[in-house]
């Protein structure tokens, strides 16, 4: 096979540069050793958002750069993302109010805002954010960022590169790479053991915790460049409180811990931040990473938690750019785009964050589109992602509609699909006329077409990338739900479905 660039890592990262290469002509293959956002891409804090506490560190051009992108992601995927007030409760043996004002007021004005409310001065004693907060917290503040579903939006970055002529290879190892003048010659190595000859002009590696490894152990290229391991890890508790705030509180180690509304009936809360040395593979939270987050929103709540509480965790490693800083929360969330052009070109991204993924990618493009001699006129900012042509951008109106349309799906079904799927949810529903077309409801909620088109648009194999990266629904159901839906995986779509 030749493609013009192969680009390893199906991460944000590397699902961003596919999606603009290919709707600039250039021919695409991307391949992911395990599943679309498995690793880092999957276990974010899902927020979309300028980075308030990176002001401290005077990244001033990074907050601005993401603060534009909330805006740009929020009109090309108004069905995964969503705008989220943000309330600060003072601290006063943290920072003075003035502090905090004067932050704020540089996050307002730093980027324009069109959707975004500003921040606000809130009076906790009679807000309804100050309910939920223990008494001696009497001011805050509250600020606007987005929130998004960070797996799904690996998933319509791929759709819309697919669509646009990419090849996508997901449980596909790049095994090695050789090169010489004119091109790269690249194996590619299938789970099931395909083995994949291509030829690429350009390389792209965007394997995330393992790029500097990728280059050391499949390449001949040596880089000066590196990463520096950053375990986050989240808890999932019910939900906290019924309103649809979320939180920001500040801590005395000057780590910040959110909480967040999530998935209707929890609240999520993160994120720690350790130096990880270990397996990016093997990652998993710690016993003591659970204490330490709930002893931190315990400061600040009423009522309080305990790691009995936790009906899901997660973790990730963030390869954050090296830049010898000796505090972990403080490494920059800013990126490098390093080129190697000695003979075939290779393109490595160093570090990098879910809110300017799509920048990195216009920024990658600016660099590979003059090598295949493309046109390096940027175009993602405009074109909505798959499904995302919501009419007026509300997908409040367009599950109002839904529901007029079929009033046979039931409310909660019909919402979510909504919200995952956006004008796509068509797609899915096809000729269906009654629930009973949608065949076997394999668990609750989760009827066989909707796998079906997960498996064949979605890229689909598992049943855990049904239940907790294409959806949540494993929040919903009982432990072994998973084992039973892998047992019918194995039955109905053996061919497609691989452990």
Known sequence: MQVDLLIIGGGINGVGIARDAAGRGISVLLCEKDDLAAHTSSASTKLIHGGLRYLEHYAFRLVRKALLER?????????????LRFVVPHDASLRPMWMIRAGLFM????ARRDRLKASEALDLRVHETGVPLKRNYRA?????????????????????????GATIMTRTRCESLERNAESWQARLLGNDGTVTEVSAKVVV??????????????????????????????????????????YLFQNPDGRIIFT????????????????????????????????????????????????????WSYAGVRPLLEDESSDASAVTRDYTLDLDDSQAPILSVFG????????????????????????????????PLPGGDLPD???????????????????AIGQRWCHSYGTRVSQLIGSATALAELGEETLPGLYAREIDYLIDHEWARTAEDILWRRTKLGLYLPSEAQGMLQGWLERERPIMVSR
């Open 71 to 83: 805006e740009v992601l929020l009109r090309l995927a108004p069905h995964i993302a969503r705008p």
């Open 107 to 110: 996050y307002d004005h730093l």
């Open 140 to 164: 805050g503040f509250a600020y606007s960022d987005l929130w998004v579903d960070d797996a799904r939006l690996v998933v319509l970055n791929v759709i819309d590169a697919a669509e646009r």
């Open 205 to 246: 590696n965007a394997a995330g915790p393992w790029v500097s490894s990728f280059l050391e152990r499949s390449t001949p290229v040596r880089s000066k460049r590196s990463v520096r391991l950053i375990k986050g890890s989240h808890i999932v508790v019910r939900k906290l409180y019924d309103h649809a705030y979320a």
């Open 260 to 311: 967040i509304p999530f998935e209707d009936d929890f609240t999520l809360i993160g994120t720690t931040d350790i130096e990880y040395l270990g397996d990016p593979q093997k990652i998993e939270i710690d016993q003591a990473e659970v204490e330490y987050l709930c002893a931190m929103v315990n400061r600040f709540l009423a009522g309080s938690i305990t790691p009995e509480d936790v009906v």
């Open 352 to 383: 990098g964050k879910l809110t300017t993924f799509r920048k990195l990618g216009e920024e990658a493009l600016t660099i590979i589109a003059p090598l295949l001699g493309k046109s390096p006129r940027p175009w993602t900012a405009t074109a």
């Open 393 to 411: 951008g509300d997908v409040a109106r367009f599950g109002g509609e839904f529901a007029k349309l079929f009033p046979w799906v039931p409310e």
